[in-house]
């Protein structure tokens, strides 16, 4: 059993920045890619960010250049951080380890003037 806490959402001006963390608790958290997802009001749950346990990263084109994922398997801990947020990046954040059925309960982000 894995489980999932996002942390470090809120409100955020345009051009604003925050750092979102995910803490997995046991043992497998180094075995799994991990991804950070996004799901808007209304909107369908999309893919932002992919990070292998062996650090490669990839990013949807709306985010890449502006946001950064990265672990520390010796934390269980994965992170996003967020630079230059925009109105759209507006969302609930969810890490989710690739291919597993484990979700956490999400965290709030919300850019707003």
């Known amino acids: 059993q894995v489980q999932l806490v996002e942390s470090g959402g809120g409100l955020v001006q345009p051009g604003g920045s925050l750092r979102l963390s995910c803490a997995a608790s046991g043992s497998i958290f180094s075995s799994y890619a991990m991804g950070w997802f996004r799901q808007a009001p209304g909107k369908q749950r999309e893919l932002v960010a992919t990070i292998t346990n062996d650090g490669r990263t990839s990013y949807v084109d709306s985010v890449r250049g502006r946001f950064t994922i990265s672990r520390d398997n010796a934390k269980n801990t994965a992170y996003l951080q967020m630079n230059s947020l925009k109105p759209e990046d507006t969302a609930v954040y969810y890490c989710?380890?690739?291919?597993?059925?484990?979700w956490g309960q999400g965290t709030q982000v919300t850019v707003s003037s």
């Open positions: 989710h380890p690739m291919s597993s059925g484990y």
